[in-house]
């Protein structure tokens, strides 16, 4: 008896010659390193990056929350792969200051793991 396992299909690859962030868990692609804000973030499981942009991840509904830097509107992010919860995406900043994160995204270091080119 042969048994058959399903290959994960991603819905994004990033190129192989950058550096990329991927999913600790499942190694689907999550961010490029060209699009990391930020390594200074704090998420609710410890340290965290902000990023421009990410791949193959779920956005959940929005809710509001009052975070270290004051109350936001955030939307929980998952892998599409394997469904781990991520971080989250800011949706809106009540504070005028805190306004440059809005459409941002928030992954934590215990998620995801360093891909491709990295010395």
Known sequence: MVKVTKSKTFQA??????????????????A??????SKSFQGSQGRAYLFNSVVNVGCGPAEERVLLTGLH?????????????????YEHAFESSQKYKEGKFIIELAHMVKDNGWE
């Open 13 to 30: 690859y990033l190129p192989n010659c950058h550096r990329t962030y991927s999913c600790v868990h499942c190694r689907a692609h999550l």
């Open 32 to 37: 490029n390193h060209d699009e990391l804000i």
């Open 73 to 89: 509107a955030v939307a929980d992010i998952h892998c599409e792969s394997c469904k781990t919860t991520l971080g989250w995406k």
